[in-house]
């Protein structure tokens, strides 16, 4: 078999969650599998810095510079099989002239992990909507494939009239996480793992927390949420630490259940449920909000809880706090679902199947 050259139009580096995850975790994986990846980031981590610290308007400004660096990539003669794009080419650009200078590229496939359409099609902005409001569907529809991360975003490729569409999901080099011990601590730890621009749908659990926590009952531990957090928590005795890739697996080892609270809306029916399998990954028993994939990666009463309204959430935080022998049962289940399904050993193989048979349509 022929080694595949594959040159990847990533958004970011690894510092990017979705570029770390959902392409560049994979590159060891692919090389043993015959597939070389050239990677070409669109942004650097200096604008991807720029966002986390709040200075959305400042990386606008610097962002265009960076386009032209990609146009030069696109039209230089490349011998490669394949290219494999995250997303789009180029953000808020219209479709004609991304599709112009595509055209200097390979066929490609086209991976999206969120649903990056309704950046456009639900601009509060009318010109965005458009210009640019069936953008991606037409960069799903002129793909060899699209990789979507769950049904939410396949259906919407299908409706696109995508060619070939498959669901391949996020997941984490499970070798990377180790499994926590439960019923050693005596203040069991309720833990969310995220950043500044989703604390947010922490701080919609923070009346609950306050109730399940009371008396110590509990404690709750934030990773990636902004320090002055804490202090919205009264009364409860909260731990906000700074996320890092070197350190995420550990800190959620910290942790005794994870949460995963979402609001019912568009952009979160396109997420792909990352924190429940990270959480899952290190045997925590979670309890999520049932939107979107959640509730196909949370099996209710055998790895976690669904919750559905803040009852809901109280009764299942209350009994995991308080039965470590439940927190293991579901810790295990949680665990063995990762193996199985949302592990790099188990979808690494089919990705390379995908880009390989994309390469010879």
């Known amino acids: 078999m022929k080694r595949l050259k594959v040159i990847l139009f990533a958004r970011y580096s690894r510092l990017g969650p979705s570029t770390r995850l959902r392409s560049l975790q994979y590159l060891e994986e692919l090389e043993r599998r015959g597939i070389d990846v050239d990677v070409h980031e669109l942004f650097p981590d200096s604008y991807l810095e720029g966002l986390y610290g709040g200075r959305p308007?400042?990386?606008?400004?610097?962002?265009?510079?960076?386009?032209?660096?990609?146009?030069?990539?696109?039209?230089?003669?490349?011998?490669?099989?394949?290219?494999?794009?995250?997303?789009?080419?180029?953000?808020?650009?219209?479709?004609?002239?991304?599709?112009?200078?595509?055209?200097?590229?390979?066929?490609?496939?086209?991976?999206?992990?969120?649903?990056?359409?309704?950046?456009?099609?639900?601009?509060?902005?009318p010109v965005v909507r458009r210009v640019l409001g069936r953008k991606i569907d037409r960069v799903m529809a002129r793909s060899a494939c699209v990789i979507a991360g769950n049904p939410y975003l396949a259906a919407r490729a299908e409706q696109a009239k995508a060619g070939r569409v498959e669901i391949i999901p996020t997941v984490v080099d499970e070798l990377r996480y180790d499994t926590v011990e439960h019923g050693g601590r005596a203040q069991p730890v309720i833990g969310w793992i995220g950043s500044p621009a989703t604390e947010h749908y922490a701080l919609d659990l923070r009346d609950v927390l306050m109730d399940v926590c009371a008396g110590g009952a509990a404690r709750v531990l934030l990773v990636g949420a902004r320090p002055e957090v804490a202090a919205q928590f009264e009364g409860v005795a909260v731990d906000v630490l700074p996320w890092s890739e070197e350190t995420e697996a550990e800190l959620i080892a910290h942790m005794d259940v994870g949460i995963m609270p979402l609001r019912d809306g568009p952009w979160e029916r396109g997420k792909c449920g990352y924190k429940i399998i990270q959480y899952m990954a290190c045997g925590l028993p979670v309890v999520a909000s049932p939107v979107g994939v959640n509730a196909d990666i949370v099996r209710h009463g055998d790895n976690g809880f669904l919750a559905s309204n803040d009852e809901d959430w109280r009764q299942g935080l209350r009994q995991l706090i308080g039965s470590p022998e439940l927190r293991a049962r579901q810790g295990r289940a949680g665990r063995h679902r990762v193996e199985d399904h949302y592990s790099l050993a188990s979808q690494a193989p089919r990705l390379a199947d995908v880009l390989r048979n994309a390469e010879a349509r």
């Open 57 to 125: 308007q400042a990386t606008r400004y610097t962002a265009w510079r960076y386009y032209g660096r990609r146009i030069a990539e696109l039209m230089r003669n490349s011998d490669h099989d394949l290219a494999w794009i995250e997303g789009e080419l180029f953000p808020y650009l219209p479709y004609g002239l991304e599709a112009l200078l595509s055209r200097h590229a390979r066929p490609y496939v086209v991976d999206y992990d969120d649903a990056l359409f309704h950046k456009y099609d639900l601009s509060p902005s």
